[in-house]
T-cell receptor, first 115, second 112 residues
């Protein structure tokens, strides 16, 4: 079974631009979560989707948004990029049933550099 | 932001020795825990998990111990190998919250 895939793997943007990152979960997984990883803050939860519904959101500004499609693929968008948005963005999927906790499996991440 | 185990220690061990990596978690209501391994340039890789109704779980060369009284997790790696060199994270989850809280990690260095 193929793992979680993320595209693109690397991205360079300039301040003020916006970016869209994509994540394809493991086949059969309906829960997709996004995390931001930086050396200073570690792994920080962004949001989680299940069956196209956002069930939880972390403490990030509204510039960070996401969505999930009917095939469970997910995208996250960051608008008006700031230098501090430079990070590794990680996607994780799980076969989490509604209300239950599932094991999260991570993709390789998208490395975003904002200049 | 929220985090578990605010310090990022480095643990250096000799090849063949056992390693113990510790983690203090934040929420007494957390009921599911995972240890991940992250190598440079890669996403976190699942190692082992444990639910709060257990205090010990064993895998291949790894053991996780959970002490709910003091909110402490540990990962024991037997006969540490060079390929075990990585950053290790603990993560906690509370049912119904649909998110994990991660520790800042511990870097494991295996000395030949």
């Amino acid at each position: 079974k193929a793992g979680v895939t993320q595209t693109p793997r690397y991205l360079i943007k300039t301040r003020g631009q916006q970016v869209t990152l994509s994540c394809s979960p493991i086949s059969g997984h309906r829960s997709v979560s996004w995390y931001q990883q930086t050396p200073g803050q570690g792994l920080q939860f962004l949001f989680e989707y299940f069956s196209e519904t956002q069930r939880n959101k972390g403490n990030f500004p509204g510039r960070f948004s996401g969505r999930q499609f009917s095939n469970s693929r997910s995208e996250m968008n960051v608008s008006t990029l700031e230098l501090g948005d430079s990070a590794l963005y990680l996607c994780a999927s799980s076969s989490q049933l509604a209300g239950a906790t599932g094991t999260q499996y991570f993709g390789p991440g998208t490395r975003l550099l904002v200049l | 932001g929220e985090s578990v185990g605010l310090h990022l220690p480095t643990l250096s061990v000799q090849e063949g020795d056992n390693s113990i990596i510790n983690c203090a978690y934040s929420n007494s209501a957390s009921d599911y825990f995972i240890w991940y391994k992250q190598e440079s340039g890669k996403g976190p890789q699942f190692i082992i998990d444990i639910r709060s109704n257990m205090d010990k779980r064993q895998g291949q060369r790894v053991t996780v111990l959970l002490n709910k009284t003091v909110k402490h997790l540990s990962l024991q790696i037997a006969a540490t190998q060079p390929g075990d060199s990585a950053v290790y994270f603990c993560a906690e989850n509370t049912s119904g919250t649909y998110k994990y809280i991660f520790g800042t990690g511990t870097r494991l260095k295996v000395l030949a």
